[in-house]
């Protein structure tokens, strides 16, 4: 069992930055991918961002170059800095952690006004 707690989301202005972190626990040896999703109202969730236990990432071309995934795998924590926010960057942000099984946190709202 894995268990993930995001936090960092909130209401910024268009052009701003957030920071969100999901701190993994339990049996977090078996993770090999950890990612970010998000899902706006009415709309499917959604790839944002994902990176291996090898450190490749890969994103979504509508964020690419304004949102970076990393991992510090001493804390066991996965963040996801986003720049240059967007008001369609507006949604529920889910921290992904997949092993045999996915695993979700309970997500994040990011608000993004214009």
């Known amino acids: 069992q894995v268990q993930l707690v995001e936090s960092g989301g909130g209401l910024v202005q268009a052009g701003g930055s957030l920071r969100l972190s999901c701190a993994a626990s339990g049996s977090i040896f078996s993770i090999y991918l950890m990612g970010w999703y998000r899902q706006a109202p009415g709309k499917q969730r959604e790839l944002v961002a994902r990176i291996t236990s090898g450190g490749i990432t890969n994103y979504a071309d509508s964020v690419k170059g304004r949102f970076t995934i990393s991992r510090d795998n001493a804390k066991n924590t996965v963040y996801l800095q986003m720049n240059s926010l967007k008001p369609e960057d507006t949604a529920v942000y889910f921290c992904?952690?997949?092993?045999?099984?996915?695993?979700w946190g309970q997500g994040t709202q990011v608000t993004v006004s214009s």
């Open positions: 992904n952690a997949v092993t045999m099984s996915d695993y």
